[in-house]
């Protein structure tokens, strides 16, 4: 058995922490996701971008010759552990709308950008008139469009029940995407890929999805992602949407390079507590950041008083806060010292599942 096929009998959110040290460097070339959901419909601006915005990107894009990767491109890289390409982007688009065959398809077409689309089964399998239908669905396929698994119901995946047992949980879990691979092979789509939900992910989700063989997990996490991506818990996508996506922002979202750490806690998942002790993680390359300008953040309690030891890389924040909210991410940012750009790490801590609850939590 050769070392990559050791590391793969791991569940994959645990190969990336589990591991001191990275192969990867900061300044190594790297990949942006982009993630987007609706277009032209300023009825939901929340997820939407105007068609003549998306025209904008995809031409900055080119223009920039930035090299805009298929999936099973972004898969080989990772099975053979080569290094991106510079200025590596994959499009991604979640939950099939309409608008995406309409409006952005063509546009996609014309510039011969490849691009993934990860599509919830029930929304097609109902008809719902907001949704691409099959015939849609098809005709993108045999033009070479990719499509993965965006689960059954696309429902709040990382939030069980009050009453859920832990076998009552991960049956859920696995139906909702067992469902959705069935209906994508059914139809002709054998699919690697999925993207959760509203970016939602613990520690049973990643093991349900990697046993039915899915070995590509896609949150929404922001920042990029390095090589090798064996040592991500998932791979974190840049959003783009909403009125304030201007090209400028646009520029930074793709100019955010990956922050390299190791030894987050909490660890993402379920937390043990909902008073965790802790906000703490190493940063692999901290000669690379100025010590001044590195930040932790929590979703519910905004920037964090944290200290940063330059030497070890390990920054820490004492917490004394109980957390409220069921989801919450913790992210890390550090400035370069040979440029402006912050690098960026996130992850996602979930409330103590009902099965776990004590006195105590």
């Given at each position: 058995?050769?070392?990559?096929?050791?590391?793969?009998?791991?569940?994959?959110?645990?190969?990336f922490f589990l591991s001191g040290v990275t192969l990867t460097l900061a300044s190594e070339p790297y990949l942006t996701i982009l993630v987007y959901h609706r277009f032209g419909e300023i009825k939901y601006p929340t997820t939407n971008i105007s068609e003549e915005r998306f025209c904008e990107q995809m031409e900055y894009l080119k223009e920039e010759n930035y090299q805009v990767l298929s999936l099973e491109e972004v898969?080989?890289?990772?099975?053979?552990?080569?290094?991106?390409?510079?200025?590596?982007?994959?499009?991604?688009?979640?939950?099939a709308y309409r608008s995406v065959y309409k409006v952005a398809y063509?546009?996609?077409?014309?510039?011969?950008?490849p691009f993934t689309v990860f599509l919830y089964s029930e929304s097609i399998e109902r008809r719902y008139p907001a949704m691409m239908n099959l015939d849609m669905i098809q005709e993108m396929k045999q033009a070479?469009?990719?499509?993965?698994?965006?689960?059954?119901?696309?429902?709040?995946?990382?939030?069980?029940?009050?009453?859920?047992?832990?076998?009552?949980y991960r049956f859920w879990v696995r139906e909702e995407i067992r469902t959705c691979q069935s209906f994508l092979h059914r139809h002709g789509i054998e699919s690697y890929s999925i993207a959760f939900p509203y970016g939602e992910y613990n520690q049973i989700i990643l093991e349900e999805a990697e046993n039915l063989g899915y070995n590509l997990m896609f949150s929404q996490n922001a920042g990029s992602v390095a090589i090798p991506l064996n040592q991500q818990v998932t791979l974190p996508r840049q959003a783009i949407a909403g009125e304030n996506m201007n090209l400028n922002?646009?520029?930074?979202?793709?100019?955010?390079p990956p922050l390299i750490i190791s030894s987050p806690q909490p660890f993402p998942g379920f937390l043990k507590s909902v008073n965790p002790e802790e906000f703490t993680a190493r940063l692999i390359y901290p000669e690379k950041y100025r010590p001044g300008v590195i930040n932790m953040f929590v979703s519910e309690l905004g920037g964090l008083q944290?200290?940063?030891n330059p030497e070890t890389g390990w920054i820490r924040s004492i917490n004394q806060k109980k957390l409220t909210r069921a989801l919450n991410r913790v992210t890390i940012t550090a400035k370069e010292k040979n440029s402006s750009q912050f690098a960026l790490t996130s992850w996602l801590i979930c409330l103590p599942p009902p099965w776990e609850i004590t006195q105590e939590n």
């Open positions: 058995m050769n070392p990559l096929t050791k590391l793969l009998v791991l569940p994959l959110f645990l190969i898969r080989q890289l990772y099975q053979k552990k080569q290094d991106f390409p510079d200025k590596a982007v994959l499009i991604t688009i979640d939950d063509p546009i996609l077409k014309n510039f011969g950008y070479g469009v990719t499509f993965g698994n965006h689960t059954h119901t696309h429902p709040h995946l990382g939030i069980p029940a009050v009453e859920m047992s832990e076998e009552e922002l646009f520029k930074q979202r793709l100019a955010c944290a200290d940063f």
